[in-house]
């Protein structure tokens, strides 16, 4: 099954950039999409962006167009989230997810596989 590792998060003042990664391992990915989710307290767990492994199409929430891209390393079976420009109700816990499937899909009830998430603080 699909295992997967978060990495990069931090703490940074607004303005600022992290770049996330996320390492998954246990099968093949081109039939999955990979994507990148994020909840604070109190809030619900919220698509941030999400790309398709073997066609590369993407998909951004709209708070992050134009401040986050997503990006995929095929031989080395890992996502990033590149994020810039961090405003600080971009502070959140932010899980990997995968899923079976070549569309993506916005709840977060519909991915199959998690991380174990990583903390993104941006201090005003």
């Known amino acids: 099954q699909v295992q997967l590792v978060e990495s990069g998060g931090g703490l940074v003042q607004a303005g600022g950039s992290l770049r996330l990664s996320c390492a998954a391992s246990?099968?093949?990915?081109?039939?999955?999409?990979m994507g990148w989710f994020r909840q604070s307290p109190g809030k619900e767990r919220d698509i941030v962006s999400a790309?398709?492994?073997?066609?590369?199409?993407?998909y951004y929430t709209n708070s992050v167009k134009g401040r986050f891209t997503i990006s995929r390393d095929n031989a080395k079976n890992t996502i990033y989230l590149q994020m810039n420009s961090l405003k600080p109700e971009d502070t959140a816990l932010y899980y990997c997810a995968a899923r079976l499937g070549t569309r993506i899909v916005l709840g977060a009830s519909q991915w199959d596989y998690w991380g174990q998430g990583t903390q993104v603080t941006v201090s005003s």
């Open positions: 790309i398709t492994w073997g066609a590369g199409g993407t």
């Open positions: 246990g099968r093949t990915l081109n039939n999955y999409s």
